[in-house]
């Protein structure tokens, strides 16, 4: 079969391999292979164990791969065959060096273009993925066009905005496609191939085309606009605990305000994940490098409050327990950063396990799609841990439970019984506010939500 358009995808991560998949069913005339210097992650999208969990994915895989979707390390003939190349590697906080802690370490960025340079045979579009700081495109061309051999490379920028744990539904259903571009004739005409791919399923309304600072810009501050909404929920969620409210009826009668909506406005135990704490830190070493301290001090309160509501929940624990954790048991329903997802990178949990551990309880780390990953992240950590999947086991014989992900499998289980399995007085720190907390309390549990009075069995605290 000739196809129309091949297209390449560097970095088969969470991102990369979902967005492909889902180009692969929906242009079924464009070829599409995904390239990764990590050949045990293209094994794994060659087999039947996707190196991802993601609802609805393994089907898309099934239905693609081999067909028109490809998995492949090759990364020279990859560059040298197809056309079109998206450039999804990972953009971490950068650890060393000027702006640790803060910038991007755009070090796979750079390598990823100067490969294109090297094994490109002839003209091509590339196509930041990646989220990147603005003006990183700039570089990007500044490589690639530094020969005169004939070969020119046109760069836009098309961030995603998909969610872990609904990746598919928001590939299929995007609330919009951006992708920006240089307004030369060459870029326009690079822009309109992509917009063509996109068209394909997006309702044309929807896609939308900008200068390319903006489309980097807007990915970088979709994400902070998102996490700030749950910093200030939370924040105000401390004052609640304060002032004997409930954040819940709180956030509801706030966003019902159709100027302030309702989504993102739910307290928890702080946002995880690997976008919003790195792409924050990212717009605040940006707005510092351009002078604007002021700016950046404002959205590194978001990073701030986010900190505080991890520790704020660790405080509360060791006050409700009699300020001390030490040789007590205490189980984790969830590790993975939210629902649906096996993914823990930057979890709350990470942050919660450890400082459990530091004041010497023990922990028993219970989730039923990250256990792997939770294993990885506490590898060294020194203190008790074990790891059950089931929660009613994990819960036996604990003083505590604290749920850290919101997993429906948590909201209906047997209350009694696994109060009866505990040691008393047994405690439920509720993190995401997803149990019923009148019904854990007359079953005995002691109960402590995010953000509303806690419901105790102690008669002072009544
Ligand atoms: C990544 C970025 O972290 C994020 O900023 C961006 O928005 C989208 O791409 P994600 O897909 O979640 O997000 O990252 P990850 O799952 O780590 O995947 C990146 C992949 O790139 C890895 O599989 C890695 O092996 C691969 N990679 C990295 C390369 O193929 N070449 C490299 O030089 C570096
Ligand atoms: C986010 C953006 O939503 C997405 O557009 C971008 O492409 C990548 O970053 P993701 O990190 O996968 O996606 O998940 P998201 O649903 O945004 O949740 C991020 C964190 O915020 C999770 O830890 C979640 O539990 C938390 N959260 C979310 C809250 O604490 N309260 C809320 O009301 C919503």
Known sequence: MTFEKTILCIGAGYVGGPTMAMIASQCPRCRVTVVDINPERIAAWNSDNLPIYEPGLDELVRATRGRNLFFSTDIEQGIRENEIIFVSVNTPTKSFGLGAGMAADLQYWEKTARQILEFSESSKIVIEKSTLPVKTALAMERILNCQENGIHFDVLSNPEFLAEGTAVRD?????????????????????????????????????????????????????????????????????????????????????????????????????????????????????????????????????????????????????????????????????????????????????????LLEEQAEIVVSDPKALGNARTDLTGVRGQIRYVEDPLQAAEGCHAIALLTEWDLYRNLDFPKIFDSMAKPAFIFDGRNILDHRRCFDIGFNVYPVGKPPLTHFLEER
């Open 171 to 355: 590939l299929e259903h995007p609330d919009r496609i951006l992708i920006g571009s240089r307004e030369t004739d060459n870029g326009l005409k690079a822009r309109q191939t992509l917009v063509d791919i996109y068209a394909s399923w997006v309702p044309k309304e929807r896609i939308l085309t900008s200068n390319i600072w903006s489309s980097e810009l807007s990915k970088l501050v979709s994400n902070a606009f998102l996490a700030q909404r749950i910093s200030s929920i939370n924040a105000i969620s401390a004052l609640c605990e304060k002032a004997e409210a409930d954040v819940t009826e709180v956030s509801r009668a706030v966003g019902m305000d159709s100027r302030i909506g309702p989504k993102f406005l739910n307290a928890s135990i702080g946002f995880g994940g690997s976008c919003f704490r790195k792409d924050i830190l990212n717009l605040v070493y940006l707005c510092r490098n351009y002078g604007l301290d002021v700016v950046a001090d404002y959205w590194e309160s978001v990073v701030k409050i986010n900190d505080y509501q991890q520790e704020r929940f660790i405080r509360n624990m060791l006050g409700a327990m009699f300020n001390t954790l030490a040789g007590k048991r205490i189980c984790l329903w969830g590790f993975a950063f939210k629902a649906n997802t096996g993914d823990t990178r930057e979890s709350p949990a990470i942050f919660i396990a450890r400082r």
